[in-house]
């Protein structure tokens, strides 16, 4: 199905389905925002409501929906309620929110690069996690984000790491800094390095020059 767009900024509707929802909200913001509706739908209760943006709101949200998930929400009135509907769907109820936040925190703690891992395949698996764990309400500051990838990378990135956690300033530094640090190392590491790792696990010794 083609994607509608907005009358106002000619963007885009992402659509919500069930295992999108964490990207879905963030898109929501930009194009919310992009359309000046952003504030209606964040408002607390007892503020004024702008009938424009609010309609300007809804209108959106409504199209990137399906009609199953829009015949839930038809009795809400306002679109902060809507919001607050969708994310109780499909984030849960607090405690639910709360069990999940503390079993991602858990495996976030434990989290560690593999040996033969690529910085992309880590640096994927790390962002989803974090990405997991700050749509559930969790802020994570980016300081101790930063620190912990820092902390997990396996030995062969242990040096780099440490002379970004040495030189580089890590209560400024955002995570994707850190990992474009890590993978421009990994770029610039000598094939004859990885070459000399891998005849050492083979327990293969280099010719003897003449």
């Known amino acids: ?33 992009a359309n000046g509706a952003w504030g209606t739908v ?9 009938k ?8 959106i949200i409504s199209q990137s929906i399906d009609n199953s998930t829009l015949l839930r929400v038809a009795e809400k009135e306002t679109a902060a309620d809507v919001r607050a509907a969708l994310r109780s769907m499909h984030v849960g109820v607090e405690r639910v929110r709360e069990a999940r936040v503390q079993s991602l925190r858990s495996e976030f703690d434990g989290i560690k690069m593999g040996d033969a891992e690529s910085v992309d395949d880590f640096a994927a698996r790390f962002t ?18 930063v620190k912990k990838l820092l902390r997990a990378v396996s030995n062969k990135f242990i040096h780099v790491a440490s002379s970004i956690a040495l030189f580089g300033d890590t209560n400024k530094m955002a995570m994707e800094e850190a990992i474009g640090s890590l993978k421009a190392h990994e770029e610039l590491c000598p094939e004859k390095k990885k070459d000399n790792e891998e005849k050492a696990l083979l327990g293969v010794d280099e010719p003897a020059l003449l």
Do not use: H, Q
């Open 128 to 145: 989803t996690l974090v990405g997991r764990i700050r749509e559930l309400g969790d802020a994570m500051e980016e300081k101790y984000v």
């Open 42 to 50: 964040e408002r607390e209760a007892s503020s004024e409501v702008n």
């Open 1 to 33: 199905m083609a994607a509608a767009t907005t009358v106002a900024g000619k963007l885009p509707f992402p659509l919500l389905t069930r295992t999108n929802y964490a990207a879905w909200a963030m898109r929501m913001k930009y194009l919310l925002r």
């Open 52 to 59: 424009g943006k609010e309609e300007m709101a809804m209108t």
